[in-house]
């Protein structure tokens, strides 16, 4: 095998101690990763609406309904606590003006469960206009969540 | 700056692209990140509740509620399609015996359903044995299917 420059050499022990650091124990490693796994979780099941909405894969009521209701499930577990004070720092894209702004952050959230909730009322027939508006909505909800909390 | 041996730089790549690799895209990159993320939020939950009811941290009527009630919604996610065949390969400890004995899976997991349904029907009140009794029932049902499933 060829060995390393010494420049390659540090590189990679750059990239790797940076990525042990980002999954060690930051003070608040576990709430980082509970609110990182919630998102997740939203991501899972709003991918396949957003695929089908679009015609990009087969509308299938039942899996769509199922989708909606587990996003709206996850949208109504208790996320706040993920984002205990001081916890823009460690592995997290979480911008400091989410303390600083609390009730903002709180009142997006909030939307993001109203939001939820109406598609999973609406989801479960025909994929109408309406069921894609309340689609887009939530997916309003989480871009304006990012944009003003989350680091670009 | 000092810089490092061959060996020591071989070692720190081979840790570099293990981590990479670790989170790239396998082909269930995606499912594997979406059923541990689930684990996360159910340690998330049980954790407080398990502190709690061994007398670790002060008991909280509320907040045991809570986490009670999150433990059991994302108990009752579709966490399934996070199974996909093939999906013992990659950054994941699933063992094979999963779709070997899905039957005995699917069961494994219908039983935590209902422990986690048990307890967050008994939550809210007193701390009672009854109540620690049904928090034990739900690790119970966890340890089960991690001894059964899980690379250990």
Redesign the interface.
Known sequence: ?R??T?L???A??V??SG??LAHGKHGHG?AI??R???M??FT?NLRPMGAMAKGKTPYDKALFA?HAR?LN??A???LLP?FPDGSDEGDTEARPDIWLDWDGFTEKYAALKQATEALAAAAGGDLTSSVKDKLGKVGDACKSCHRAYRER
Chains 1, 2 share one sequence.
């Open positions: 095998m060995f390393l010494p390659a050499a540090s990679a022990l990239a790797a990525l042990v576990k990763d509970y990182t796994s919630v997740t979780v899972w199922r587990d499930a996850a109504h577990l208790d993920g």
